[in-house]
């Protein structure tokens, strides 16, 4: 009787830590929303058609819901990048290229490796070989910034944007020579097809939701439990919040610095592979025009909690999704839904207007997500 | 700035505009080399140069702001914009069309920096987050409008991008004329007076940007007001203490800081291509970032530093010329993909700090609580 009071009691506290924190985020969501309509109102527009689209586009059907988690799919992965960097108190702005370096490899793993060796392998070996790579490869592009960042300090944003341009001039300048696709009929920037044995197999027939989606959603479980029930997370989240502190506790600053953004890294080349094995079958330029932005917004949308990035993944993956149909219905471009989403990261970021606006008093300490030039 | 710093950007310099004058001397003599990579160096350097002050205003004054690539990407597209409307709606000249495309550009780019200053001074955002919800708003507004007023139900253009008014013109100065005399008809000495003279011959936006590095200094530095705007950046408490407001010159500084971005974002689309495409600042305000931090937060070292930037995009242009002279040894000079990621590492090696460290105002990224 006892235990069963205490459970429910804290069963209770668990929704109530549950509402507080995601009612910033919902308001914030619902005065985009509004302020969304407002700007469709006036470039003379339907508001109501426009949001009606958007949600018979990503959830009205079998198909537009499996399509809506493909989406969900790369932002899932690259938004727990941008958070668990949150977390390390670093600013990941390079999941972009970090994910094109992830996808690369894959590609590469995936179509040329059979070539190398000169005979097919087996799938339970190609295709998380192909993975893997490119996952790793994602993790030391990042890596090499946390390197940076911790013996020199020099700043990550910085040095992750220029990774970023680095990387997609890079992959250009591949995909344009020796990774091409060498097919007669190809005039893209693309890579051949990858081998069979490195294809994720689908879930169900005639859709497109692949086993990368399930992935995604145990590699969110993954990070929870690793941020927060191991030793490696609580130094992690202890680097965030105060690096002297860290210190003082004896744990390795420059270390955690390192794994944090090759973790990081590795998530984002993760969306990046898992783009390639279940899905494109390939990788081709400009598949991802702006994940990595995305991700930036999701993370914080999300508060950088997994459960919370899972969930921001699918509303903007059901933004993306619809933003077909909505243009289909009131021929407003398509580039609505990123400003719809600029406002969602604008509401977020500044909470303090949506609390303004609502009149909710803050509680708490203000988190600190990032640290000034000083390094 | 110490002289160690000049030294090594002097002798960056040097190795960018030696490599092309050894590819190009098959072609040209050296002269005309330098001349016309100094010329290109200065053009290209000058997003960077106004984008490097809106830095060093914004920060000498405590708000880290890493919004300048969004708002270049604003003013570039209002600049453009506004142009486009006055001279096609409101029927006005050409000239005058593109004058107030340049004011429209400053102007939105001191808007999208006020909306910075709210969002880093009076709601306190962590500032670093408050730039980057810029840069996407930017992306995300300029896309969405670029789209709709051209191509969306009811645009007065009806589907058609239609022509800009131009650009704005190179303004000529007079050294040729001055210095023909003595060349006394020869004509290899008319021909190098004439090389230097291309140096001169700039754009109204890039002899700005170089007369703008020396008023900020001399406004940071000689003046009462860029005494405050220090005193805020490095020890708001005691600036407060002897009355000086932190919030309005903060507030101040970060929209001046805004209009040097967004006479930057003029220089995309007013002065130089009289066109806009999506995303087209491409990371200039960045690279402006790691010119104002390599120049220790000072306007004439992060003017050189942006001269650096400038001299390494300048000699992937010049590339393009001698592409077919260069000789096989250096081969790898013809990827244009090469030369081109010079700007990015050159960036990163910078901020390693390995030619010496900076030091930025004390108080900069700290919101200020009264």
């Not at chain 1, 090759?262 to 998530?267: I, T």
């Not at chain 2, 920096?113 to 001074?121: D, E, F, G, K, V």
Request: aromatic fraction near 10%; hydrophobic fraction near 55%.
């Amino acid at each position: 009787m006892q235990s069963e009071k205490r459970s429910h009691s804290s069963a209770r506290q668990i929704l109530q830590t549950v509402l507080d924190a995601s009612l910033v985020p919902f308001l914030a969501i619902l005065t985009a929303v509004v302020v969304g309509g407002i700007i469709i109102r006036f470039v003379g527009g339907d508001p109501f058609l426009a949001y009606k689209g958007l949600i018979q586009g990503s959830l009205g059907s079998k198909k537009a819901l499996s399509e809506t988690a493909v989406w969900a799919t790369p932002y899932i992965f690259a938004g727990l990048a941008v958070a668990l960097a949150f977390k390390g108190g670093l600013f990941n702005i390079g999941a972009e290229g970090q994910l094109a370096v992830g996808a690369v490899f894959s590609a590469l793993i995936g179509y040329a490796l059979p070539e190398w060796l000169g005979f097919d392998l087996p799938t339970v070996i190609h295709l998380p070989l192909a993975i893997f790579v490119g996952m790793l490869m994602g993790g030391i592009w990042a890596g090499i910034v946390g390197a940076l960042k911790a013996y020199t300090g020099g700043h990550e944003v910085i040095n992750t944007i220029m990774m970023n341009y680095i990387a997609l001039n890079t992959t250009s300048f591949l995909l344009n020579g020796v990774m091409k696709d060498r097919s007669p009929t190809n005039v893209i920037a693309r890579t051949p097809l990858i081998a069979e044995s490195a294809r994720m197999p689908s879930i169900f027939e005639g859709l497109r939701i692949h086993w990368g989606f399930v992935l995604a959603l145990l590699v969110a479980f993954f990070i929870w439990w690793l941020l927060n029930k191991t030793t490696l997370g609580f130094e992690i989240r202890t680097v965030g919040l105060n690096p002297d502190a860290a210190k003082y506790a004896g744990i390795k600053v420059k270390r955690t610095i390192i794994i944090t953004m090759l973790l990081s890294g590795m998530l984002a080349g993760l969306a990046g592979s898992i783009e390639v094995t279940g899905l494109n079958y390939r990788h081709e330029l400009g598949f991802s025009v702006g994940y990595g932005y995305d991700a930036i917004a999701i993370a914080l949308l999300g508060k950088s909690h997994p459960l919370g990035i899972v969930l921001a993944s699918f509303l903007f993956a059901a933004m993306r999704n619809g933003a077909t149909r909505m243009q289909f219905l009131t021929q407003m471009p398509v580039d609505l839904i990123s400003m719809i989403q600029a406002l969602i990261l604008l509401f977020v970021a500044a909470d303090a207007i949506v609390r303004y606006i609502y009149r909710i008093k803050s509680k708490g300490e203000r988190v600190v997500l990032t640290r000034g030039w000083g390094g | 700035m110490d002289w160690k710093r000049f030294i090594f950007i002097a002798l960056i310099i040097a190795v960018l505009f030696g490599t092309v004058v050894m590819v190009g001397q098959a072609k040209q003599p050296p002269l005309l080399i330098i001349t016309s990579m100094l010329a290109t160096t200065i053009a290209v350097a000058t997003p960077l140069t106004l984008g490097a002050l809106s830095g060093v205003f914004c920060e000498r004054a405590g708000v880290v702001n890493i919004g300048i690539e969004g708002m270049m990407l604003t003013a570039a597209f209002f600049g453009w914009l506004g142009a486009i409307y006055m001279f096609h709606i409101f029927e006005l000249g050409a000239g005058v069309s593109i004058f107030l495309g340049v004011i429209f550009a400053i102007l939105s780019g001191g808007l999208m920096a006020l909306l910075h200053a709210a969002l880093s001074i009076t709601f306190k955002v962590d500032q670093i987050i408050g730039g980057t919800v810029i840069n996407i708003l930017a992306v995300g507004l300029t896309g969405f409008l670029n789209r709709q007023l051209f191509f969306g139900k009811g645009s007065v253009f009806g589907g058609n991008v239609p022509s800009s008014p131009g650009v704005l013109p190179t303004i000529h100065i007079p050294i040729t004329e001055i210095f023909a005399p003595i060349c006394d008809a020869s004509e290899v000495c008319l021909q190098n007076v004439q090389a230097i003279n291309r140096v001169f011959d700039q754009k109204p936006i890039a002899i700005g940007a170089i007369l703008l590095v020396f008023f900020a200094h001399y406004i940071l530095f000689n003046t009462r007001w860029g005494l405050r705007t220090r005193a805020v950046g490095e020890h708001p408490k005691a600036a407060d203490t002897v009355g000086i407001n932190v919030f309005k010159m903060r507030y101040a500084n970060v929209i001046i800081g805004g209009m040097f971005a967004g006479l930057a974002g003029a220089y995309f689309t007013i002065e130089s291509v009289p066109s806009f495409e999506p995303m087209l600042t491409n990371g200039r305000g960045f690279i402006s970032l790691a010119a104002m931090i390599f120049g220790n937060w000072t306007p004439i070292g992060a003017w050189a530093a942006a001269l650096v930037f400038g001299a390494s995009q300048a000699l992937l242009i010049n590339m393009q010329i001698y592409r077919d002279v260069i000789p096989p040894q250096w081969s790898f000079l013809q990827e244009s993909y090469i030369v081109g990621l010079t700007p990015y590492i050159l960036t990163m090696f910078i901020l390693t700090g390995i030619i010496g460290r900076t030091t930025p105002p004390a108080a900069d990224g700290v919101p200020y609580e009264k």
